[in-house]
């Protein structure tokens, strides 16, 4: 669900004591449904549910309401729900570890134990922080006083990519699209402080307030560093991000596979803009041996390249100076640290408080040294029963895409062909790597912070660089087995599922199938819908950008995308705000796939036989109330607008009753009929997968 996964439900069965309006709710809602609710021990929680909302009209909150209701947000968190329960158990989870090996004494210097506990130490420690003040990054900042050319100047941006200072061009080491036996190197716009382009546009209130609080950041980070002027800063600063941001893509364009690879050889490219010096560049990014550059979004490079010819380079110093206090604020002082809470956290995205500093200190562990965790998470929180029985739904939900492919009536035998091949080419990843992370470069000491944070950075980017002409590495994650969540990455055709997310409500080892295929076998079809989408059909089994399409099928394929951005597009998040079909529609594919085929191949696991009936509930009943489940979530309003104008996925509502209103057998399941607000026409109903 990356992207992945740019996302349910209590662990425990819980019993809800009722009143004399939901008991006639309740009877009301049997009489239509024909489901008796009892006290449930199916793995679906009836406290969370909303029996006064018909399952016809809101599917969702029928089965989430309940929750909703009753459950307020925190006000060190933006968003609650069930990915967001399983990520504050692994954090508790994490936090034991590294306090275990934070209190055991002499540890060896230079293990991964060591490193561990002095990470944590040396974030921990704010006292040390506050008495450094910005000294830690005064080289970043005499560096960008002395910067004298434009040359200078990309010299800068390829230096200090490694450690996090924002520039406007990421560089970054990832296989070759069209060459999936190799590594290539590419470059992606970047160098705003706002979420997107919208934000320094968009005439609205909100965006006019937002521009102005970012503004009076900028002085405010000024002044708490002891520069001066940072009125005048700001202004500079606000004016050659907004010139940036008017040649960035929109996210909607960035989807799109073919029309961001635009391979050039070095030697050319001079040609996308003569304005940047190219050799300086990529050599202080260390990859100056390569003979040729990815550019995913070449308009902006072009637009760059004017840019930095019409800025000054004093503009420019400014720019960096903030950005590089931005960068390093939540690691310096508490007062730097709590104004870059104020404007990124709480003006942009509506948290109240600031988390506490140990889950801080968590998320800064497993950032730099996640896999050393995992070794550890995974000993003690995921066992070989889990993986195993994992193993055998990813394959059953293999079989049933396969069986789905052979029936789709608008897919001609040659591309039915090819699908097969590509299917029968996912490469599973469950729980863990088979192959560990190496930290033995990385140095990390106990009371330097931003010493330790900018040498991880600058291992990692070496460990890139050292990619570059060697076989793929296939054994590396993308994820850490501690993180909640899932990803299908279609270069090298792989689904990744890590151990953290392989627990109830998604994956519960004591309950039924039917939920457990509405939960994860949901989740395990959603990554191998990915590789189907609109973007990852687009790639072969071997992981190449190549069309296996016929000029029918992939016509027909377009055709019903394009349904299922309408059927998006016309769900409405605020009275002033809808869903964007578009920026969301490989995420709705890979919902609708994944929901398609999990049930597929829960009925196909009944091996011919009837479902039991459990808790007054069928088997379909059970599946999609376990599908319902994992989706539940409650977002304050500003972190869901800025979700809405930058995530690929749909908020947690649409995401489970877009799928569902366009499966027939939710309909026969629940009684869904022509005038009930979930209903769509069956003409209308989009299939795909």
């Given amino acids: 669900m990356k992207t992945i996964l740019t996302t349910a439900v209590c662990s425990s069965l819980l019993l809800l004591s009722g009143c004399n309006s939901t008991d006639q709710a309740l009877q009301k809602v049997q009489q239509e449904t024909g489901i008796q609710h009892t006290a449930l021990a199916s793995g679906v929680s009836k406290a969370n549910m909303d029996l006064t909302i018909r399952p016809q009209d809101n599917f969702y909150r029928y089965v989430n309401g309940g929750w909703l209701k009753r459950n307020e947000i925190p006000g060190d968190k933006t968003t609650i729900g069930s990915f967001y329960d399983l990520r504050d158990d692994a954090d508790k989870n994490v936090k034991a570890i590294i306090e275990e090996l934070a209190s055991t004494p002499n540890l060896k210097s230079g293990s991964d134990e060591q490193k561990v506990a002095d990470l944590f130490r040396s974030y921990m420690d704010q006292e040390t922080r506050n008495g450094l003040g910005i000294t830690p990054i005064q080289s970043i900042l005499t560096d960008i006083n002395a910067l004298k050319s434009k040359q200078d100047l990309m010299e800068f941006f390829g230096k200090y990519q490694s450690v996090g200072v924002t520039s406007p061009l990421y560089l970054y080491i990832s296989v070759d699209a069209k060459d999936s036996s190799r590594y290539a190197t590419h470059v992606w716009q970047g160098g705003l402080g706002l979420p997107d382009k919208d934000y320094y546009f968009n005439e609205a209130e909100r965006f006019a307030n937002l521009r102005a609080g970012y503004k009076a950041h900028i002085a405010k980070m000024f002044e708490l560093s002891g520069f001066a002027e940072g009125d005048k800063a700001a202004e500079a600063i606000l004016a050659l991000e907004t010139q940036m941001a008017d040649h960035h893509w929109t996210r909607v364009q960035s989807r799109d596979s073919e029309k961001r690879y635009n391979k050039f050889d070095v030697s050319e490219l001079d040609s996308v803009s003569e304005n940047i010096d190219w050799q300086a560049y990529l050599a202080a990014q260390g990859v100056a041996k390569q003979t040729d550059l990815i550019v995913n979004q070449p308009d902006f490079v072009e637009g760059l390249g004017k840019i930095i010819k019409s800025t000054s380079i004093a503009d420019w110093k400014i720019y960096l100076k903030f950005h590089t206090l931005s960068t390093f604020a939540s690691y310096l002082t508490t007062d730097l640290d709590k104004e870059n809470f104020e404007f990124f956290s709480k003006q942009l995205n509506g948290r109240k408080e600031q988390r506490p ?35 055998v ?185 809808h869903v964007n079909g578009k920026l969301t529609l490989g995420e709705n594919i890979g919902d609708l796939s994944g929901l398609t085929i999990a049930y597929k191949a829960y009925k196909a696991s009944l091996n011919g036989k009837k479902a039991p009936v459990i808790d007054n509930l069928t088997g379909d009943q059970r599946f999609f109330m376990g599908f319902a489940q994992i989706w539940r979530a409650k977002y304050v309003e500003k972190a869901l607008r800025n979700r809405v104008a930058t995530d690929s996925h749909s908020p947690a509502e649409f995401r489970a009753i877009g799928s569902l209103s366009n499966m027939d057998e939710f309909y026969e399941a629940f009684g869904v009929k022509e005038g009930d607000a979930m209903y769509i026409a069956p003409e209308k109903r989009v299939k795909i997968w």
């Avoid at 800064?364 to 000993?379: D, P, R």
């Avoid at 040659?414 to 097969?420: I, L, R």
């Fill in 393 to 577: 739904l990813v394959e059953n939900l293999r079989s049933a895409y396969g069986s789905s492919i052979d029936e789709l009536e608008w897919m001609s035998a040659d591309t039915k062909k090819q699908a097969h091949v590509k299917l029968a080419a996912f490469t599973p990843k469950i729980g863990y790597p088979d192959k560990w992370e190496d930290y033995s470069s990385l140095t990390i000491k106990g009371n330097d912070l931003i010493g330790n944070i900018m040498r991880s950075g600058k291992v990692s980017h070496h460990k890139d660089v050292e990619k570059l002409g060697g076989p793929i590495r296939k054994w590396e994650w993308g994820m850490t087995p501690q993180t909640v969540n899932a990803y299908y990455n279609p270069t090298v055709n792989e689904i990744v599922f890590p151990a953290a997310i392989l627990q109830p409500p998604f994956f519960n080892m004591e309950a039924d199938d039917a939920v457990n295929y509405g939960g994860i076998g949901a989740v395990i079809g959603h990554e191998m819908g990915h590789g189907f989408d609109d973007q990852g059909s687009r790639y072969d089994a071997e992981g190449n950008l190549k069309n296996w399409w016929t000029e029918e099928d992939l016509a027909e394929f377009t055709k019903r995308a394009g349904n299922l951005v309408k059927q998006y597009d016309g769900y409405q998040v605020f009275e002033d705000l």
């Fill in 357 to 391: 500093q140990w889950k801080r200190g968590v998320s800064v562990v497993n950032s730099n040294l996640g896999e050393v965790i995992g070794k550890v998470y995974v000993s003690r929180h995921f066992t070989p029963e889990a993986k195993s029985r994992m193993s």
